[in-house]
C-alpha cells in the first residue's frame, strides 16, 4: 500500500513504500503488501466465528441457524459501506496525491470525505428503517422456518436498528486506509474485534439476551471502531474532515464516489442473492444444515480472508511490474503470491480436517449435525482453494488493466451458482446444495484459466511496451 500522503521517495531508498514496489526482494515486498491487508481482513473472520461459539454454548441450532440466516443483512451493511467507503477512499488517496502538486485540491478532501461519511449514515438510516418495517416478509424472503423464525426476526432486527453505525464503521475503516495509515486500520479492527468479545459475554452469558445480544455485541463494537477511525482522523489527518458542513452533492463529488462504488455494490449483490438462495434451499432441510453450514463457512473464512489479503495486496506489485514493463518481477511476483496462496490454503484446510471432529464439537452439540458439519467444512475448504487461484488471477487481470476478463471474473461466480446449487438440490437433494459451491468456484477457477490464456499476446505486448512513466500510471489505476 502506497503512503499517499508523503513525498514520493526514490526508487532505491531502501525501506520505501516505491523500493518495495520496485526493486525490494519479492518475498519482501509480499511481506510488506500483504500482511496488513490479510491481517486486516481476519478480523473479520474472526468476528464471525466468536459470534458463532457464544451462540453455540447456547446449545439450540435454531439460534446458529438464525446467525446464518442474518448473514445477507450484514452483507448489505458492508455493500452500503464500502459503496461510499470505497469510492471516497479512492478519490481521497487520488486527491492527496494531487495536492503534492497542487495544494488548492486539499479543500476538495474534506468534501469527498464529508459526503462518504455522512452519505453512508443517511442511507443506513433509510434502509434500516425500511427494513424495521418490513421485518416480516423480509425474514420470510432469509428463508427462516417456523422454528427459527422468531430467533431470526430478533437478531435481524437488531441488525437493522444499528445500520448506520455497521455502515460507518466500514466506510471510516477506508478513509483511514486512504491515508495510508494500515496500522491504525489494523489497531482499530483489532480493538472492535476485542469489544466484540467482551460484548458477546455480557449479553449472551451474562445477562442471557441470545441472539439479540450478538446482534447487539456486534453493533456497540462497531460503534468502537467508529469512535477510533473518527478520533484518529480528527487527532492525525491534516485534509480529511467528517463535519457536516462540509457535506456536499456536487457532481464532482458524487460522480467519482459512486462511480467506484456502484461497481462494489454490484458484487455484493450477486453475494447477497448467493446467500439468500443458499439459505431458501437448506431451510428446507431443517435447522441442523443450515447451522452446520454457518459454522463451516465461519471456519473456512479464517483462511479464506489470508488468502484474499495476499491477492488483492500483490495487486499493486503487479500493477508497478507491469507499468514499467519488467517481465521478471511481473512473474516473480505471480509465482511468490501462488506459492503462497497455495500454501495458506492447503496447510490450514489439512490442519482443520485433521482436527474437525474437535473443532466442530466447540459449535455443535447433535451428532448428526456434527457429522454433516465434517461434509460441509470439506466442501467449503475445497472452495477456499479453488477461490484463491481465481482471486489471483483477477488481480492479474486488474493490474494489468484488462478491464472484460477482471469484469468477467468477478461476476461469473454469481452467475453461476444460482444455476448450479438449484440443480444440485434437485438432481442430489442436501449433497448438491452442500458442494454446488465447490463446483462453481472450480468452474469459474476453469474459465480464469482459459481467460488467462487469451489474454496472454495482450499482457505481454503491454510489458513490452512498459516504462517507468507508465508505472505510476499503472499503479494508480490499480489503486483507485
Same mark, same amino acid.
Given at each position: 500500500?502506497?503512503?499517499?500522503?508523503?513525498?514520493?521517495?526514490?526508487?532505491?531508498?531502501?525501506?520505501?513504500?516505491?523500493?518495495?514496489?520496485?526493486?525490494?526482494?519479492?518475498?519482501?515486498?509480499?511481506?510488506?503488501?500483504?500482511?496488513?491487508?490479510?491481517?486486516?481482513?481476519?478480523?473479520?473472520?474472526?468476528?464471525?466465528?466468536?459470534?458463532?461459539?457464544?451462540?453455540?454454548?447456547?446449545?439450540?441450532?435454531?439460534?446458529?441457524?438464525?446467525?446464518?440466516?442474518?448473514?445477507?443483512?450484514?452483507?448489505?451493511?458492508?455493500?452500503?459501506?464500502?459503496?461510499?467507503?470505497?469510492?471516497?477512499?479512492?478519490?481521497?488517496?487520488?486527491?492527496?496525491?494531487?495536492?503534492?502538486?497542487?495544494?488548492?485540491?486539499?479543500?476538495?478532501?474534506?468534501?469527498?470525505?464529508?459526503?462518504?461519511?455522512?452519505?453512508?449514515?443517511?442511507?443506513?438510516?433509510?434502509?434500516?428503517?425500511?427494513?424495521?418495517?418490513?421485518?416480516?416478509?423480509?425474514?420470510?424472503?432469509?428463508?427462516?422456518?417456523?422454528?427459527?423464525?422468531?430467533?431470526?426476526?430478533?437478531?435481524?432486527?437488531?441488525?437493522?436498528?444499528?445500520?448506520?453505525?455497521?455502515?460507518?464503521?466500514?466506510?471510516?475503516?477506508?478513509?483511514?486506509?486512504?491515508? #495510508?495509515?494500515?496500522?491504525?486500520?489494523?489497531?482499530? @479492527?483489532? %480493538? !472492535?474485534? /476485542? *469489544?466484540?468479545?467482551?460484548?458477546? =459475554? +455480557? &449479553?449472551?452469558?451474562?445477562?442471557?439476551?441470545?441472539?439479540?445480544?450478538?446482534?447487539?455485541?456486534?453493533?456497540?463494537?462497531?460503534?468502537?471502531?467508529?469512535?477510533?477511525?473518527?478520533?484518529?482522523?480528527?487527532?492525525?489527518?491534516?485534509?480529511?474532515?467528517?463535519?457536516?458542513?462540509?457535506?456536499?452533492?456536487?457532481?464532482?463529488?458524487?460522480?467519482?464516489?459512486?462511480?467506484?462504488?456502484?461497481?462494489?455494490?454490484?458484487?455484493?449483490?450477486?453475494?447477497?442473492?448467493?446467500?439468500?438462495?443458499?439459505?431458501?434451499?437448506?431451510?428446507?432441510?431443517?435447522?441442523?444444515?443450515?447451522?452446520?453450514?454457518?459454522?463451516?463457512?465461519?471456519?473456512?473464512?479464517?483462511?479464506?480472508?489470508?488468502?484474499?489479503?495476499?491477492?488483492?495486496?500483490?495487486?499493486?506489485?503487479?500493477?508497478?511490474?507491469?507499468?514499467? #514493463?519488467?517481465?521478471?518481477?511481473?512473474?516473480?511476483? @505471480?509465482? %511468490? !503470491?501462488? /506459492? *503462497?496462496?497455495?500454501?495458506?490454503? =492447503? +496447510? &490450514?484446510?489439512?490442519?482443520?480436517?485433521?482436527?474437525?471432529?474437535?473443532?466442530?464439537?466447540?459449535?455443535?452439540?447433535?451428532?448428526?449435525?456434527?457429522?454433516?458439519?465434517?461434509?460441509?467444512?470439506?466442501?467449503?475448504?475445497?472452495?477456499?482453494?479453488?477461490?484463491?487461484?481465481?482471486?489471483?488471477?483477477?488481480?492479474?487481470?486488474?493490474?494489468?488493466?484488462?478491464?472484460?476478463?477482471?469484469?468477467?471474473?468477478?461476476?461469473?461466480?454469481?452467475?453461476?451458482?444460482?444455476?448450479?446449487?438449484?440443480?444440485?438440490?434437485?438432481?442430489?437433494?442436501?449433497?448438491?446444495?452442500?458442494?454446488?459451491?465447490?463446483?462453481?468456484?472450480?468452474?469459474?477457477?476453469?474459465?480464469?484459466?482459459?481467460?488467462?490464456?487469451?489474454?496472454?499476446?495482450?499482457?505481454?505486448?503491454?510489458?513490452?511496451?512498459?516504462?517507468?512513466?507508465?508505472?505510476?500510471?499503472?499503479?494508480?489505476?490499480?489503486?483507485?
Amino acid at each position: 500500500m502506497r503512503t499517499t500522503t508523503s513525498s514520493p521517495a526514490p526508487a532505491d531508498a531502501p525501506g520505501t513504500d516505491r523500493w518495495f514496489l520496485s526493486t525490494a526482494p519479492v518475498v519482501s515486498a509480499l511481506v510488506h503488501l500483504c500482511v496488513p491487508m490479510a491481517a486486516a481482513m481476519i478480523v473479520g473472520a474472526i468476528y464471525n466465528v466468536v459470534n458463532a461459539g457464544f451462540i453455540g454454548s447456547l446449545h439450540d441450532d435454531a439460534l446458529l441457524a438464525a446467525v446464518t440466516l442474518g448473514s445477507p443483512v450484514l452483507a448489505l451493511v458492508m455493500a452500503i459501506g464500502n459503496v461510499f467507503g470505497v469510492g471516497g477512499g479512492a478519490l481521497v488517496s487520488r486527491l492527496l496525491g494531487a495536492a503534492e502538486r497542487d495544494g488548492a485540491r486539499t479543500g476538495e478532501i474534506r468534501r469527498v470525505s464529508a459526503f462518504a461519511l455522512w452519505g453512508t449514515v443517511g442511507v443506513g438510516v433509510l434502509v434500516g428503517g425500511a427494513g424495521l418495517l418490513l421485518l416480516d416478509p423480509l425474514v420470510s424472503l432469509l428463508g427462516a422456518d417456523q422454528a427459527a423464525r422468531h430467533a431470526t426476526t430478533t437478531f435481524v432486527g437488531v441488525l437493522l436498528a444499528g445500520v448506520p453505525v455497521l455502515a460507518a464503521a466500514v466506510c471510516l475503516e477506508q478513509l483511514v486506509r486512504a491515508e #495510508g495509515a494500515a496500522r491504525q486500520v489494523m489497531t482499530g @479492527l483489532i %480493538a !472492535s474485534t /476485542v *469489544a466484540n468479545v467482551l460484548f458477546d =459475554v +455480557l &449479553f449472551i452469558l451474562v445477562l442471557h439476551r441470545g441472539v439479540a445480544g450478538a446482534a447487539l455485541a456486534v453493533t456497540l463494537a462497531n460503534a468502537v471502531t467508529v469512535t477510533y477511525f473518527a478520533v484518529w482522523l480528527a487527532r492525525n489527518s491534516t485534509h480529511v474532515s467528517l463535519a457536516p458542513r462540509w457535506f456536499t452533492l456536487s457532481p464532482s463529488v458524487l460522480k467519482p464516489v459512486l462511480g467506484v462504488g456502484i461497481g462494489t455494490l454490484l458484487q455484493s449483490a450477486f453475494l447477497i442473492v448467493t446467500a439468500l438462495v443458499l439459505n431458501n434451499l437448506a431451510a428446507d432441510y431443517g435447522d441442523g444444515p443450515l447451522a452446520a453450514m454457518g459454522v463451516a463457512v465461519r471456519i473456512a473464512q479464517m483462511p479464506e480472508f489470508l488468502v484474499m489479503g495476499v491477492t488483492l495486496g500483490v495487486l499493486p506489485l503487479l500493477a508497478y511490474a507491469y507499468g514499467k #514493463g519488467d517481465r521478471a518481477r511481473l512473474t516473480a511476483a @505471480l509465482r %511468490a !503470491s501462488a /506459492v *503462497a496462496v497455495g500454501g495458506v490454503a =492447503v +496447510l &490450514f484446510s489439512a490442519v482443520v480436517l485433521l482436527f474437525r471432529d474437535s473443532l466442530l464439537a466447540v459449535f455443535l452439540t447433535d451428532r448428526a449435525v456434527l457429522a454433516l458439519g465434517v461434509t460441509v467444512l470439506a466442501a467449503q475448504l475445497t472452495a477456499m482453494i479453488a477461490n484463491g487461484f481465481t482471486g489471483l488471477i483477477t488481480s492479474l487481470f486488474q493490474a494489468t488493466g484488462q478491464a472484460l476478463p477482471a469484469t468477467i471474473m468477478s461476476v461469473t461466480q454469481g452467475v453461476l451458482f444460482v444455476p448450479v446449487v438449484l440443480l444440485g438440490d434437485l438432481w442430489f437433494g442436501l449433497p448438491g446444495i452442500i458442494w454446488a459451491l465447490t463446483v462453481t468456484e472450480v468452474a469459474v477457477l476453469g474459465a480464469g484459466a482459459v481467460l488467462l490464456l487469451t489474454t496472454r499476446r495482450a499482457i505481454g505486448q503491454g510489458l513490452a511496451d512498459g516504462s517507468p512513466e507508465r508505472a505510476e500510471e499503472a499503479l494508480a489505476m490499480a489503486e483507485g
